[in-house]
């Protein structure tokens, strides 16, 4: 949700990290950077995935305060180096200089900040495509790349099938099962996006490190479905008036 106050709330729920979502949701970047700062505040890691693989859009969450992105439909090595390149300043990347929010969520100086920041800064690449599957080996040599990230309805619409978290589809399984030797053989943690609790146990002990769990407003409606159908209201049903 595009609100500071959900994101005030999360940070005090227990997980160990948030990701402010920008790349499908109405969020700008005055609410990222409010939230930003209110996630690290309340001593957790704030993370941004980004509409999409730009220097700008790198920069931008940036400099305003998270501590890491969450780069989507990274499906080559030249895209995944265009990622690190964009969240490292020089000699590593190309990264511009400025601003003070980043240092301000740190606690440090802006100093301290830029001198520190390319060993600070998480690069997660997302690979959600068939062709960052054929390309994995490549996308994962990439040096800088901290950890991949698995988008499962995206990964299985570029297989011709449904938009689903999980699934039995063969070439789904077997993906995902390549990517996570692939993870291993380079020493990159692999990530993984699930619906529920028993799902994220499951998938951390099959050997995923970053897995995220469903979404605040996922979360918010399914609370609300379960009430409504327990107490017979919704669903073309008339509700209580009081």
Request: glycine letters at 10%; proline letters at 5%; a negative charge.
């Amino acid at each position: 949700m595009a609100s500071t106050t959900g994101a005030g709330l999360m940070a005090r729920t227990g997980f160990d990290w948030l990701t402010v979502e920008l790349e499908h949701t109405p969020v700008t970047f005055e609410t990222a950077a409010t939230s930003f700062a209110i996630i690290a505040a309340a001593g957790k890691i704030p993370l941004a995935r980004i509409p999409w693989n730009t220097a700008e859009n790198i920069k931008r969450v940036l400099d305003i305060g998270a501590f890491g992105i969450v780069v989507p439909m990274v499906n080559t090595k030249e895209e995944a180096e265009a990622a690190v390149a964009g969240a490292r300043y020089a000699p590593l990347g190309q990264r511009s200089i400025g601003g003070q929010l980043h240092a301000a969520n740190f606690e440090t100086d802006a100093s301290t900040y830029y001198a520190k920041a390319n060993d600070e800064i998480l690069v997660v690449v997302m690979i959600e495509h068939v062709k960052g599957i054929e390309n994995a080996e490549a996308i994962l040599s990439v040096p800088g790349i901290d950890a991949f990230f698995i988008g499962p309805n995206d990964l299985h619409n570029s297989m011709g099938r449904p938009p689903v978290f999980e699934s039995d589809h063969p070439e789904f399984v077997q993906g995902i099962n390549h990517l996570l030797e692939l993870g291993k053989k380079h020493k990159v943690p692999a990530g993984i996006h699930v619906i529920d609790a028993p799902t994220a146990q499951r998938r951390i002990d099959q050997g995923f490190q970053f897995v995220a769990v469903g979404s605040e407003t996922g979360m918010m409606l399914s609370k609300a479905g379960e009430i409504t159908k327990v107490l017979g209201i919704g669903g073309g049903k008339q509700t209580a008036k009081y």
